[in-house]
């Protein structure tokens, strides 16, 4: 994978000082993750991976708030906001008043946006297929479910669960109510 020695298998700290951290694995195979999904999205005007993210969920959920988009996400706000910017100068991104809230703005994609999110899941997709091969699809299922695991296990604690909730109801509170 770009040239990088791969992560020791040894969980013995005599061969290596960090192997009885479950965290070394992940850290490091985070860092490579992201430095991939950086490269793919860089032949579409250099979008970071927060930048796809905020994309991708207009594209799939359609118009909404940018309180929805860090709910969805994951990003803090003052995130989504220089994201929103961004893809806003790229001319990705139209912002218009919420039609039953006029303090609220909504986001959309525009036709470039559109384009934008859809040349870029095909290489985002394309990346995680070849970063993931050396699990077979049950194991990409498997390593999804115990990742989501960790993940609801850690929001349960105290000072998660409260932040988590209040982007939920924010979220809720801007999200623009279906008529279909």
């Known amino acids: 994978m770009n040239g990088q020695e791969p ?4 969980r013995d700290e005599a061969e290596h000082p960090l192997a009885p951290y479950l965290f070394y694995p992940l850290s490091v195979m985070l860092g490579r993750l992201g430095r991939a999904l950086t490269e793919a999205l ?3 005007h250099q979008l970071q991976p927060t930048e796809w993210r905020v994309l991708e969920v207009l594209a799939r ?3 909404m708030c940018g309180f929805s988009i860090s709910a969805l996400t994951g990003l803090d706000r003052a995130t989504v906001s220089r994201t929103i910017r961004r893809l806003h100068d790229l001319g990705a991104l139209d ?7 006029g303090r609220k703005i ?6 470039a946006g559109q384009t934008l999110a859809c040349r870029a899941r095909a290489a985002v997709q394309a990346e995680e297929e070849a970063f993931f091969a050396a699990l077979s699809p049950a194991e990409r299922e498997q390593l999804r479910a115990l990742l989501e695991r960790v993940l609801a ?8 669960k409260a932040a988590q909730e209040e982007e939920e109801n924010e979220a809720l ?3 623009p109510s279906s008529t279909a």
């Not at 992560?7 to 040894?10: D, I, P």
């Not at 909504?106 to 036709?111: N, Q």
């Not at 296990?153 to 998660?160: D, E, I, K, N």
């Open 106 to 111: 909504l986001l959309s994609l525009t036709a």
């Open 42 to 44: 860089a032949p579409f």
């Open 153 to 160: 296990g850690h929001a349960t604690s105290r000072h998660l």
């Open 7 to 10: 992560l020791s298998t040894v």
């Open 173 to 175: 509170r801007c999200a």
């Open 61 to 63: 959920r359609g118009p």
């Open 95 to 101: 912002a218009t008043p919420d039609p039953e809230d």
